[in-house]
Structures are given as C-alpha cells and as structure tokens.
C-alpha cells in the first residue's frame, strides 16, 4: 500500500508569493491533518480535515487555508508569503480522526522563502 | 500555553546505554499517548503508543512508562543503538477527534 506522498518536496518562493501544497492520504484514509515544522516552534498543528470537513484549525494566520476534495486529497494554501513561512510542511493521514494508531505522516514539503 | 513540555532538548548516549526522554502535560482530558521518531528528511513516525489504563508499554527495546497522578510519561530506549540516533516527539490528544498536539522534541544522538 503506497504511503502518504506530498507534492512538491521542494519550494523557493519569494516574499508576497502564494503557495499551493498537495497531499494525497494513503488510500482508504479519510483523514488529513497539516503541521508546520520549524527548529524553534517544534511541529505546529495547522489544520484537519475529514470528509472535506475542517475539523479543527490551529493557531495560524488566515493567510493558511486548506480543503480536502471528495478523494480525500488535500491542499493548503500560503498567502502573501513571509520569511517566517519557511518550514517543513508535513501532512498526515489516517482512517478517520478517532483512529489515532493509523496516523501516519508524508515525507514533507521543504517551502523556503526568499 | 504549551499543552505538553517535553524534556530533555538533545541527549547524548553511549552505545548500549538507556536513553529515557520525559514529557508532561497539564489537560487530564487526554487519553492518547504517542511517541514519534523522526530521521532527518523523513515525517515522523509513529513508534509506539499507550493510554491512560495502563502503566508501562513495552515494544522490543522501546518502552513508555506512564505515570497518569503525576501527568507524565516517558519513553525508554534499552540497548541504544546508532541507529536510533534521530529526533523524537511525544504526543498528547483526546480520543474525541482533537487534534494531536506534539512536544518540542529531543534530538537523540547514539554514539558508537
């Protein structure tokens, strides 16, 4: 069973800029959750989504968006991109959100910006 | 309000030793207790698990011992191995369908 992949692994974008990230869950997950990982903040939760639902959202600007299609693959979307955006965007799947044991996460997407 | 504090930030260990990375968390709410490893361009993984019913969880050379009065827990590695040189989070979450809250994770280098 292939795994969670995230598309691109690498992005270079300059300030102002938007940015659209993909994952695509491992098949049968419903689930998707994003984190934004950075050496001082640790992983950040940013959002959830369940049956194209947000189920919950964390602390982030509205400049961070997301949705997830009927085929449980999801996007986020960065907005007028900011130095402090560079991070390692990580996306995690799993059956549905009760079944934590399942949550397995994607390789990642590296966003630098310049 | 930081949700769970992991401890300690990097950690040094002799091969063969026992490394022990400690996290606590305030909210009695949570009953799921993951611990993920994370190798340096990889998403993390989940390593293993426990819940509030039980005190100790043992998986191979991994176990988490949890101490539910004192809202701490922790994830002891035997035998430590280079191989186990690499980054590991805690995790906090409510099985109601919250969200999976991680510490700042511990940078663990083995040294041969």
């Known amino acids: 069973k292939a795994g969670v992949t995230q598309t691109p692994r690498y992005l270079i974008k300059t300030r102002g800029q938007q940015v659209t990230l993909s994952c695509s869950p491992i098949?049968?997950?419903?689930?998707v959750s994003w984190y934004q990982q950075t050496p001082g903040q640790g992983l950040q939760f940013l959002f959830e989504?369940?049956?194209?639902?947000?189920?919950n959202k964390g602390n982030f600007p509205g400049r961070f968006s997301g949705r997830q299609f009927s085929n449980s693959r999801s996007e986020m979307n960065v907005s007028t991109l900011e130095l402090g955006d560079s991070a390692l965007y990580l996306c995690?799947?799993?059956?549905?959100?009760?079944?934590?044991?399942?949550?397995?996460f994607g390789p990642g997407t590296r966003l630098t910006v310049l | 309000q930081q949700q769970v504090k992991q401890s300690p930030q990097s950690l040094i260990v002799q091969k063969g030793g026992i490394s022990i990375i400690n996290c606590a968390y305030e909210?009695?709410?949570?009953?799921?207790f993951p611990w993920y490893q994370q190798f340096p361009g990889k998403g993390p993984a989940l390593l293993i698990a426990?819940?509030?019913?039980?005190s100790e969880k043992k998986e191979g050379r991994f176990t988490i011992s949890f101490n539910k009065s004192a809202k701490q827990f922790s994830l002891h590695i035997m035998d430590s191995q280079p191989g186990d040189s690499a980054t590991y989070f805690c995790?906090?979450?409510?099985?109601?369908?919250?969200?999976?809250?991680f510490g700042t994770g511990t940078r663990l280098a083995v040294r041969p």
């Open positions: 989504y369940f049956s194209e639902t947000q189920r």
């Open positions: 995690a799947s799993s059956l549905n959100p009760w079944n934590t044991d399942t949550q397995y």
């Open positions: 909210n009695t709410a949570f009953d799921y």
């Open positions: 995790g906090v979450k409510k099985s109601s369908g919250d969200k999976l809250t």
């Open positions: 426990i819940r509030p019913d039980v």
């Open positions: 098949s049968g997950h419903r689930s």
